[in-house]
């Protein structure tokens, strides 16, 4: 091993262990720490790490150590106290949030996708996040992922849906919200060597879906979720939506939401407008996830309908 902990003192009884004993300092898309909550109000602009948020730590070709946040300003190795190996040499620090326990950087699980229930509190626990620095040691020993290239980054496509009353209709209620397509949240892995997420053949999960909202749609309000990226466009994705309007029952449906592409790192949002019969899904540009491309604007008709989506 090439790092050194608590249990291995004698391995390091030679070095200066103060002096390299080593600390981090991290944060998300170089942002500033956020008061309540990971994703602080009502949208996901601002969004950075809280209090006993764990992430994992590869120091160079290591084991993750787990890293717990305090909800101040320090981390904690806990009883796994961490040193540099030396002064000199440049090491490459690979960190990813939530922790798991893994032996390798080149397959790092990604937390579940299922039951997610279209809140900010909800996507908080799908997240993914990784980051890397190389550096050498500094005074203090700190490893710090901050600035643009060192912050850490969402690896998954985050969905804003925002749905809109039109003018023609009163007391509008969503009832259910489906989006279906090829491996939409399958449970995955993360390679820092490659940058790319891989799938698991043996968890294909195609549907995301939320049942029995009483939603009015004119409160206003935004359902989130987190998806798989998709980038070849040729799977079919369909958005399903259930509401009811003027004492009757819709369903509509849309092949090709989003055209089927999903950006990794990415917030695609969609504002869902009910005009009668119909939904008028309207595309906005990206967020602060990173820069894209706008969004078409698709329009799906929807039926008066008894049956259940």
């Given amino acids: 091993m090439t790092f050194f902990v608590a249990c291995q003192q004698a391995e390091v009884e030679n070095l200066e262990a103060d002096d390299l004993r080593m600390s981090i300092v991290a944060s998300i898309n170089d942002q500033k720490k956020a008061p309540d909550s990971r994703y602080a109000g009502e949208t996901p602009d601002k969004v950075e790490f809280t209090e006993d948020d764990a992430i994992g730590l590869f120091v160079d070709n290591n084991p993750a150590v787990e890293w717990v946040y305090d909800g101040e300003d320090d981390w904690s190795s ?65 490893v710090e992922f901050k600035g643009t290239e060192s912050s850490f980054k969402h690896v998954s496509t985050l969905l804003q849906l925002t749905f809109v009353q039109g003018s023609e209709l009163t007391g509008a209620v969503l009832n259910k919200i489906k989006i279906e397509g090829s491996n939409l949240v399958t449970s995955s892995s993360y390679s820092f060597d490659t940058g790319n997420v891989t799938l698991n053949p043996n968890t294909t999960s195609d549907v995301l879906m939320v049942d029995g909202l ?35 029952k819709y369903v509509a449906q849309k092949s090709g939401f989003a055209n089927n592409l999903f950006a990794g790192g990415m917030c695609q949002k969609y504002t869902v407008t009910v005009q009668n019969s119909s939904l008028i899904i309207s595309g906005n540009e990206i967020s602060s996830w990173g820069t894209g491309v706008p969004l078409d604007n698709v329009e799906i008709n929807g039926e008066e309908t008894t049956a259940s989506v």
């Avoid at 002064?87 to 960190?95: E, I, L, V």
């Avoid at 937390?111 to 203090?140: M, R």
């Avoid at 935004?222 to 309007?245: C, H, M, Q, R, W």
């Fill in 78 to 142: 806990g009883e796994k106290v961490v040193y540099w190996p030396d002064k000199t040499r440049s090491h490459t620090f690979r960190a990813f949030y939530p922790y798991a326990e893994t032996e390798t950087y080149a397959s790092v699980p990604m937390p579940s996708l299922l039951n997610q229930t279209g809140t900010i509190e909800s996507i908080s626990k799908c997240d993914f996040l990784i980051a890397t620095k190389s550096q050498t040691y500094t005074d203090g020993g700190t």
């Fill in 214 to 248: 009483s939603h009015k749609m004119s409160d206003g309000g935004n359902f989130y979720f987190i998806v798989n990226e998709k980038k070849d466009g040729t799977s079919p994705v369909k958005l399903t939506v259930e509401y009811t309007a003027n004492g009757k």
